[in-house]
């Protein structure tokens, strides 16, 4: 979908997506009465620590690889296309630890509320290494369930723990 709201309609249309909406669905089943915070994380990274994800670890981490190993940072084609609301893990725990000292239940998403292109990531590491951008196919089995966009509605979440954009 494209509206991000925690109270949004949801769609999810891979299997790591149904996982999280099922866990969302056991914890509001078996928690009501208790307070019970549910986060929803959008495109977390981070400096570390994303060796065994492959070719799931965030693009900062494999255009950050690429470049010092490879000289080169291969995007899919059309990739200004594809957005995503990243967020760095140092603010994600900025998040949770003013959480913990709220009594609010529900579901709250994590992100920035502001979305980048993976062009626009690309190109950052690229200048930073002087490395070459080189543009590869999509590869099939990704294209029918590959989200094209993503970007967190935040203020439900700014609105409870009082943070600032």
Not at 53 to 69: I, L, T
Not at 100 to 112: A, D, M, P, V
Not at 121 to 134: E, G, L, N, T
């Amino acid at each position: 979908g494209s509206d991000f709201k925690e109270d949004a309609q949801v769609d999810p249309r891979t299997p790591y997506a149904w996982s999280k909406y099922l866990c969302e669905r056991h914890i509001n089943y078996h928690m009501g009465g208790n307070t019970t915070q549910i986060f929803r994380y959008f495109n977390v990274y981070g400096p570390d620590g994303e060796e065994h994800k492959g070719n799931q670890a965030s693009p900062f981490y494999q255009f950050e690889k690429q470049a010092k190993d490879y000289g080169t940072i291969k995007v899919f084609e059309n990739s200004e296309n594809y957005h995503r609301d990243f967020i760095h893990v140092d603010d994600v725990v900025n998040y949770h630890l003013k959480f913990l000292l709220k009594e609010e239940s529900g579901t709250f998403n994590i992100g920035t509320g502001a979305r980048l292109s993976f062009l626009d990531v690309a190109r950052h590491i690229a200048k930073k290494h002087h490395a070459d951008i080189q543009y590869i196919p999509m590869p099939e089995n990704l294209k029918m369930s590959y989200q094209k966009f993503t970007c967190a509605d935040m203020s439900k979440t700014r609105s409870i723990c009082d943070c600032e954009k």
